[in-house]
T-cell receptor
């Protein structure tokens, strides 16, 4: 079982809906990441949180809004999404944002479909 | 532009056979190279992490090599099992920038192990 838990596993929403994706880890990791992965493509970095502060935003549209309420939780708030936003959204964490050689631990993702 | 290229794109082998997957990268600066295994519908799982000074690293039946001079890496799988069927992703880290590791993902090699 993965140590990074993502909920829900699947989400279907309309373009006018507001929903949130949730990610949780209890490994004491202080760096957390959101990735977007389209079918048969590698993950694309969206956001990085370092010590609960947003440190990297890869020019993601404002209809995606990340939030890190505490060191164990990472949310991704969704509003007015487009059909092309349908993808697997992966959350990951790593122990120390300042360390280069640590693996990222990934959750199993939320499969998002926009109608 | 940082790039990671993998070959072959897909591979089918018989159970018990060995195989080698290739990765070429043009990433600067270079910090470390990682191999991940991603099962269908799951998040990636870290197999190995190598710095520029490491030539080889093993994890069970998985052995990764790195030639930092030619910017090539390989992942060798010994005595393949059905459970090895997955996508294998080569990932290069540029180190820590702005908090958190900045990773460049390859497009993966889809491996299928058959009876």
């Amino acid at each position: 079982d993965t140590e990074v838990t993502q909920t829900p596993k699947h989400l279907v929403m309309g373009m006018t809906n507001k929903k949130s994706l949730k990610c949780e880890q209890h490994m004491g990791h202080r760096a957390m990441y959101w990735y977007k992965q389209k079918a048969k493509k590698p993950p694309e970095l969206m956001f990085v949180y370092s010590y609960e502060k947003l440190s990297i935003n890869e020019s993601v549209p404002s209809r995606f809004s990340p939030e890190c309420p505490n060191s164990s939780l990472l949310n991704l708030h969704l509003h007015a999404l487009q059909p092309e936003d349908s993808a697997l959204y992966l959350c990951a964490s790593s122990q120390d944002p300042g360390q280069q050689y640590q693996p990222q631990h990934f959750g199993d993702g939320t499969r998002l479909s926009i109608l | 532009k940082n790039q990671v290229e993998q070959s072959p794109q897909s591979l089918i082998i018989l159970e018990g056979k060995n195989c080698t997957l290739q990765c070429n990268y043009t990433v600067s600066p270079f910090s470390n190279l990682r191999w991940y295994k991603q099962d269908t519908g799951r998040g990636p799982v870290s197999l190995t992490i190598m710095t520029f000074s490491e030539n080889t690293k093993s994890n069970g039946r998985y052995t990764a090599t790195l030639d930092a001079d030619t910017k090539q890496s390989s992942l060798h799988i010994t005595a393949s099992q059905l459970s090895d069927s997955a996508s294998y992703i080569c990932v290069v880290s540029s180190g820590v920038t702005g908090g958190g590791n900045k990773l460049t993902f390859g497009t993966g090699t889809q491996l299928k192990v058959e009876l």
